[in-house]
């Protein structure tokens, strides 16, 4: 079945170092979705990608889908310390309409 | 519009005892689904609906039951808890089953002894 690899599972920063999580498919996906969940909270919902290279931005964050929609990327700019948590992917591939989840990415940032 | 409301937030259980946990939303959303959080692991699909009347297995079913009469709810049962049943759950749903975001609940957070 379709597998969501995520890396890094854990990340430290400084506060204002950058950040980046990655998400890779075993099949293409017909869209990517990215969720973060705050320590203690539920996952929200950040933003979908569905157009191959597609690249879109909200404030600090820039997301990226890529080419051959296999993989993607969240990047944040010059962390603050209201970035802590946990970031996942969902991707949902072409032949299902159940979105199989990253394991997620924790980021630590340090004032 | 109160979106995903879970309960209860907390609860421990003996190993045995099965309970009801419950899940509604008001946003006339299509597609509902239960998941488990445990440490590492991220978000594993227990069971999901596309629709009232209609579920399905996801990734982790054993030891847990579904039923959806209504649109808006979507109970999860414990049949006969046990330890590797203590995890955080979740209840989200989205307006249709593909293309759309998903609104997940407050969590519940179950604890088997």
């Known amino acids: 079945g379709q597998q969501v690899m995520q890396i890094p599972q854990y990340q430290h920063v400084q506060e204002g170092e950058d950040f980046t999580t990655y998400c890779n498919s075993s099949?293409?996906?017909?869209?990517i979705q990215w969720y973060k969940q705050r320590p203690g909270g539920h996952p929200v919902f950040l933003i979908q990608l569905v157009k191959s290279g597609e690249v879109k931005k909200q404030k600090r964050l820039t997301f990226q889908f890529g080419e051959a929609k296999k993989n993607s990327s969240l990047h944040i700019t010059a962390t603050q310390t209201t970035d802590v948590g946990t970031y996942f992917c969902a991707g949902l591939s072409g032949g299902s309409y159940i979105p199989t989840f990253g394991r997620g990415t924790s980021l630590i940032v340090h004032p | 519009n109160a979106g995903v409301t879970q309960t209860p937030k907390f609860q421990v259980l003996k190993t045995g005892q099965s309970m009801t946990l419950q899940c509604a939303q008001d946003?006339?959303?299509?597609?509902m689904s239960w998941y488990r959080q445990d440490p590492g692991m991220g978000l594993r699909l227990i069971h999901y609906?596309?629709?009232?009347?209609?579920?399905d297995q996801g990734e982790v079913p054993n030891g847990y039951n579904v039923s959806r009469s209504t649109t808006e709810d979507f109970p999860l049962r414990l049949l006969s808890a046990a330890p590797s049943q203590t995890s955080v759950y979740f209840c989200a749903s989205s307006l249709t089953v593909m293309n759309t975001e998903a609104f997940f609940g407050q969590g519940t957070r179950l604890t088997v002894v």
């Open positions: 099949t293409t996906l017909s869209n």
């Open positions: 609906s596309v629709g009232a009347g209609i579920t």
């Open positions: 946003m006339n959303h299509e597609y």
